[in-house]
T-cell receptor, first 114, second 114 residues
Framework: AQTVTQSQPEMSVQEAETVTLSCTYDTSESDYYLFWYKQPPSRQMILVIRQEAYKQQNATENRFSVNFQKAAKSFSLKISDSQLGDAAMYFCAYKETSGSRLTFGEGTQLTVNP | ETGVTQTPRHLVMGMTNKKSLKCEQHLGHNAMYWYKQSAKKPLELMFVYNFKEQTENNSVPSRFSPECPNSSHLFLHLHTLQPEDSALYLC?????????????FGPGTRLLVL
């Protein structure tokens, strides 16, 4: 079974600085999808960024980018120029191509200090 | 605003009560999902519906009964719950069950079972 591990339960960053959140996963598949979701205190789960495993180029969305290392099964999220509104729980998720199931990690609570 | 709404946002119920959670999506999607989010645990997929038909039941106890009358609405009927069922229940939708589809989440219902 696929598993997703986020080894950092909590992280903090100074406003305007850069922070990287770690995620590793375990799978025997060669093609799959990876996601980062953000869950602020409002509890609304919001998609931040997604990556297709067959694409070598790392996905980017404005201040958010990923470092996808397929051989190492690593999928980290980099947040540049951190803003107070980035404070949230961040979840890494995996989705195999053959099904609809999303497998989530346990989450990393990000605090942004002014 | 992600186009997925859930009501109620908060619910307190006794173990003998019967209540229902409602989810509505305004995105024109065909697939809908129920997830359970407990403290200190990853999100757990409960049910998947596609075109009103249940396609996945992740070994959920029968005290949780889903209903999908159409592609826009999804209900979770609750009866004789246990205190350990207290959690955040999240609804999500996607265009369909295709491999590339992204799931969009509602704000969740915070359930407390006394």
């Amino acid at each position: 079974a696929q598993t997703v591990t986020q080894s950092q339960p909590e992280m903090s960053v100074q406003e305007a600085e850069t922070v990287t959140l770690s995620c590793t996963y375990d799978t025997s598949e060669s093609d799959y999808y990876l996601f980062w979701y953000k869950q602020p205190p409002s509890r609304q789960m919001i998609l931040v960024i997604r990556q297709e495993a067959y694409k070598q180029q790392n996905a980017t969305e404005n201040r958010f980018s990923v470092n996808f290392q397929k051989a190492a099964k690593s999928f980290s999220l980099k947040i540049s120029d951190s803003q107070l509104g980035d404070a949230a729980m961040y979840f890494c998720a995996y989705k195999e191509t053959s099904g609809s199931r999303l497998t989530f990690g346990e989450g990393t609570q990000l605090t942004v200090n002014p | 605003e992600t186009g997925v709404t859930q009501t109620p946002r908060h619910l307190v119920m006794g173990m003998t009560n019967k209540k229902s959670l409602k989810c509505e999506q305004h995105l024109g999607h065909n697939a809908m999902y129920w997830y359970k989010q407990s403290a200190k645990k990853p999100l757990e997929l409960m049910f998947v519906y596609n075109f009103k038909e249940q396609t996945e039941n992740n070994s959920v106890p029968s005290r949780f009964s889903p209903e999908c009358p159409n592609s826009s609405h999804l209900f979770l009927h609750l009866h004789t719950l246990q205190p350990e069922d207290s959690a955040l229940y999240l609804c999500a939708s996607s265009q369909d069950l295709g491999q590339a589809e992204t799931q969009y989440f509602g704000p969740g219902t915070r359930l407390l079972v006394l």
